[in-house]
């Protein structure tokens, strides 16, 4: 199990990279990606026979090489994820014939694009509806040279959820996602119709779960996967393993889970006389601690007993404390990045972005209630890092105000590698057309 990321109230450098200098080469606001934990992360994972990154998460080219070439396969929930995908390498089928599926597209439909990107390169879908199997399966019987059966996977809604936030939860009868378990006979039957096998099943209930609840799942894989029979090769105990963001939260323990899931596994295998894979599908687990996003401070404001931080980078940057009211650890980095001798005085300070929108607050809590954050003193020139800030980061960003795209670095063997460059007023504006 990896250590937790430490943000002492002075931060210095990061992976061995003094802050000023990544500053001086990216400007601000910027995201840094630290290579050497993302492998840390995978390293603990690897028990599982496929680890299949969910690449929303962070879904940056560079990222996606890192991980394909540790041998981790991927998830796409749209036409573009695909495209990244295919980009990098990852292959659009298995080579042989029971080999891994590399890309996976997860989605609870098919958009048109990607429809056709996935029957005309012959992607392996996980279907979320049962309007996406007819739809698939109209679409391949109306193709030449298709040969049946093809195989798809299911994803179950299986009744109950649990996440983070009540927007990061993913079961239960208000879940827009996957296909509801007393549907899956009816689902099979659709099926059954166009010549498509059902080869496995999917089950992700939320992010940020804990151990019982991840588990819960488990039962009712075992339940459902009994209940098809033979034709399940593959199951995926989908993602929502939690992150450390602050004191108290907690990792699960992945090698008890994985033997709660290893023991579920052999039953079915016992049952069906063939071996059935085991995937595992984390997005932050894999890089939420890798990234941190540095803005610099651009104003301070002292009202009654409140003292704001007002910074170049907002939630057009990171959005998750202002979507869910997540926790972030922050570090203050002096300028010079020089820490002061004296012990840091810590003071409760309310960190905010540059956006024209009350709601731009780095330190809040779900239902947007303003807190403070205790941080030593600093002024205008030094930089705030906001940590953990790799998963749901850069990709949730926006454009919002006209604010550009942050860029995006790697850092490796302590050296700074642009993995994106800033966004352009030019590139911002490049599709607009104004009329005369
Ligand atoms: C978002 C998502 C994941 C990853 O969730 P994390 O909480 O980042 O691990 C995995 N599978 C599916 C289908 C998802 O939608």
Redesign the pocket.
């Known amino acids: 199990m990896p250590e937790p990321i430490k943000m002492p109230p002075y931060l210095t450098n990061i992976a061995g990279v003094p802050i000023p200098k990544i500053v001086e080469e990216l400007g601000t606001p910027a995201f840094v990606y630290d290579e050497a934990r993302i492998l840390a992360q995978l390293d603990d994972l690897k028990i599982f026979d496929v680890v299949r990154y969910?690449q929303?998460?962070c879904s940056s080219l560079a990222i996606l090489q890192i991980l394909r070439k540790s041998g981790i396969a991927v998830?796409a929930?749209s036409a573009a994820e695909i495209r990244r995908a295919l980009k990098v390498g990852y292959r659009p089928k298995p080579e042989e014939e029971g080999g891994i599926h590399e890309i996976v597209y997860?989605a609870d439909i098919f958009d048109r694009e990607a429809l056709e990107l996935c029957v005309s390169n012959g992607i392996h879908v996980n279907c979320g509806s049962i309007d996406m199997i007819h739809q698939l399966g109209k679409a391949l019987v109306a193709r030449e040279g298709v040969e049946f059966p093809v195989e798809i996977t299911l994803r179950v809604n299986p009744g109950f959820g649990h996440g983070h936030s009540q927007k990061t939860n993913t079961g239960g009868t208000l879940s827009k996602h996957g296909i509801w378990h007393e549907q899956l006979d009816e689902a099979l039957s659709v099926a059954g119709r166009y010549g498509i096998l059902v080869s496995g099943l999917h089950i992700?209930i939320g992010?940020?779960t804990d151990f019982e609840h991840l588990s819960k799942c488990c039962d009712a894989m075992k339940f459902f996967a009994l209940n098809i029979g033979s034709t399940i090769r593959t199951i995926s105990a989908?993602?929502?393993?939690p992150t450390v963001y602050k004191e108290g939260d907690s990792y699960v323990d992945l090698q008890k889970y994985y033997e709660l899931w290893n023991a579920m596994r052999e039953e079915l295998e016992a049952q069906f006389l063939h071996e059935v894979t085991l995937e595992i599908?984390?997005?932050?687990?894999v890089v939420a601690e890798s990234g941190y996003l540095i803005a610099e401070v651009r104003a301070v404001k002292n009202q009654d007993e409140n003292r704001f931080y007002l910074l170049d980078a907002g939630f057009n940057n990171l959005a998750r404390p202002t979507l869910y009211g997540s926790y972030h650890p922050m570090s203050i980095c002096p300028e010079d990045g020089v820490v002061p001798e004296s012990e840091p005085e810590l003071e409760d300070i309310i960190v905010g972005g540059p956006l024209c929108e009350s709601g731009d607050i780095f330190t809040q809590e779900e239902g947007g209630f303003v807190v403070s954050r205790k941080l030593p003193r600093a002024w205008n020139g030094d930089f705030l890092v906001i940590g953990c800030a790799g998963?749901y980061g850069f990709v949730m960003g926006s454009n919002y105000n006209s604010k550009l795209y942050a860029p995006e670095a790697l850092l490796r063997d302590g050296k700074i590698y642009c993995i994106r460059k800033r966004q352009t007023f030019e590139q911002l504006i490049e599709n607009e057309i104004m009329l005369d």
Request: hydrophobic letters at 25%.
């Open positions: 969910a929303k998460a998830d929930v997860t992700h992010s940020g989908g993602g929502g393993l599908e984390p997005g932050r687990y998963a």
